[in-house]
């Protein structure tokens, strides 16, 4: 997956934890697009990737299992706009060819 993107930032870098939104501003920054730029987040925590970046008003995608999803609850699933992967395998080609992962939440 690393040689997809074109760069990484972790919370230690940045001095600042998921959900803050603090964070994924700096994100957008590094990435050199307007407020306004359709985002995306992958991450496996569904309270600080998932949450943190609807939050920030970043589109969410949720790598975990059925099990995972199951132990969230359907509730807090349903109240955040998000979709979800089973596995990172599928992410380049989700994002390279516009395959649509199963849209949860909002």
């Given at each position: 997956?690393?040689?997809?993107?074109?760069?990484?930032?972790t919370s230690r870098e940045?001095?600042?934890?998921?959900?803050?939104?603090?964070?994924?501003?700096?994100?957008?920054?590094?990435?050199?697009?307007?407020?306004?730029?359709?985002?995306?987040?992958?991450?496996?925590?569904?309270?600080?990737?998932?949450?943190?970046?609807?939050?920030?008003?970043?589109?969410?995608?949720?790598?975990?299992?059925?099990?995972?999803?199951?132990?969230?609850?359907?509730?807090?699933?349903?109240?955040?706009?998000?979709?979800?992967?089973?596995?990172?395998?599928?992410?380049?080609?989700?994002?390279?060819?516009?395959?649509?992962p199963e849209a949860r939440?909002?």
């Amino acid at each position: 997956v690393r040689r997809h993107v074109d760069f990484v930032l972790t919370s230690r870098e940045a001095g600042v934890e998921k959900p803050s939104a603090e964070l994924f501003a700096r994100a957008r920054g590094l990435a050199g697009v307007a407020a306004d730029a359709r985002c995306l987040h992958v991450g496996d925590s569904f309270s600080r990737d998932v949450v943190g970046a609807a939050g920030a008003g970043w589109e969410a995608l949720f790598v975990c299992s059925a099990e995972q999803r199951a132990a969230v609850g359907g509730e807090a699933l349903a109240a955040v706009e998000h979709a979800h992967l089973e596995s990172l395998a599928r992410l380049p080609a989700l994002l390279s060819l516009g395959e649509q992962p199963e849209a949860r939440g909002g």
